[in-house]
């Protein structure tokens, strides 16, 4: 169980073997090493130096026997939050790289939870507003609205704003989403409510299907459309509406 966790973390499988056993067992020579973590004693030196690098493993060479033991575990903890900090010093070049060149375009399907989630990201990554078409207050869905204290406080750290055009069922069948989406929002008039709503920012269009109030269908599934031109159509749209419903 450990081993895997670490392997989770970055390490390889001999790595993860080869840390813990020298956690577990305290200072040992390679052949130890490879008896009691089962590595091949050919893998232990490459896997032992890769450890020294990384801070994992210290090396001492006080005895006849030239012997290794583990770092304090506290040290994944500093390891992990150096790589995040290198992660997001780079992070400006590697979406400059993403988002230069020809424009996005791509259809995909989001489904599940997870997929929910990929979709919320997707929204504070790309954008500075959101449109919403048909809004249901979906993120309330108890599968996903655990997610939502997160997103809505990184929306507020950008400035996020939100329109949204909600079903006229909203108003009067499920009035409590309304103080979680500021004071931009309308209803769209009745007769025309549907089981499916729109959401519109950067260049997405993403289309969820099986809606009903507060709730995503049994299935979570949404099919997402990367393309400017489609984007902004829908934006003109979501224009008109919104200039018609009072």
């Known amino acids: 169980m450990h081993e895997q966790a670490l392997e989770e973390l970055g390490l390889t499988r001999n790595e993860a073997r080869i840390y813990v056993t020298l956690l577990s067992e305290g200072e040992c020579g390679v052949g130890r090493i490879a008896m009691k973590s089962g590595v091949h004693r050919r893998n232990v030196y490459d896997s032992l130096r890769r450890l020294v690098e990384e801070g994992l493993v210290y090396e001492s060479l006080s005895k006849k026997e030239r012997v290794y033991q583990a770092a304090p575990p506290e040290t994944l903890s500093d390891i992990l939050e150096q790589r ?88 009067e069948q499920f009035p409590q989403v309304l103080p979680h989406v500021g004071t931009d929002y309308k209803f769209l008039p009745k007769g025309f409510s549907t089981n499916s709503a729109i959401d519109i920012f950067d260049d997405q269009v993403t289309l969820i299907p099986d809606m009903k109030l507060g709730a995503l269908g049994d299935e979570i599934r949404l099919v997402v459309i990367v393309d400017r031109a489609v984007a902004d159509t829908f934006r003109s749209w979501f224009q008109l509406m919104w200039a018609i419903c009072p």
């Open 84 to 171: 995040r900090l290198g992660l997001s010093r780079m992070m400006p070049a590697l979406e400059a790289l993403y988002r230069g060149g020809s424009e996005r375009q791509q259809v995909c399907i989001y489904r599940g939870a997870e997929g929910w989630k990929n979709y919320m990201r997707d929204m504070l990554r790309n954008s500075t507003e959101a449109h919403f078409i048909a809004a249901k207050g979906g993120w309330l869905d108890q599968r996903v609205q655990h997610f939502f204290p997160y997103f809505d406080a990184e929306a507020k750290k950008r400035n996020m704003r939100f329109f949204h055009l909600f079903d006229h069922e909203v108003q």
